[in-house]
């Protein structure tokens, strides 16, 4: 498993890919557009709404929600929120 400082090493991952945790194509394809998001710390990483929901991917940061892409993104956005809620 990489961290998103090493994914260079995974090679499944790619840029925007978050270690290989995107939602699958069809999902995506099918979901409507509201469910659809991008995680703030894996720029360009599409992220669905209800599975984060249903795995707990999600912070909310002064009354506004944002959804994570993977586990490896809590920590990070955790640690500076500001970060990531402007990005």
């Not at 995506?28 to 795995?55: H, I, R």
């Amino acid at each position: 498993m990489t961290t998103p400082g090493n994914r260079d090493q995974d090679s499944t991952a790619k840029a925007g890919d978050c270690c290989g945790h995107t939602p699958a194509k069809e999902d995506l394809a099918s979901a409507p557009d509201q469910d659809v998001a991008e995680c703030p710390v894996m720029v360009g990483t599409p992220v669905l709404k209800s599975q984060a929901e249903e795995l707990g991917l999600y912070r909310d940061h002064d009354g506004q929600r944002y959804w994570l892409c993977c586990d490896s993104c809590g920590p990070l956005f955790d640690a500076d929120p500001e970060r990531y809620a402007t990005a």
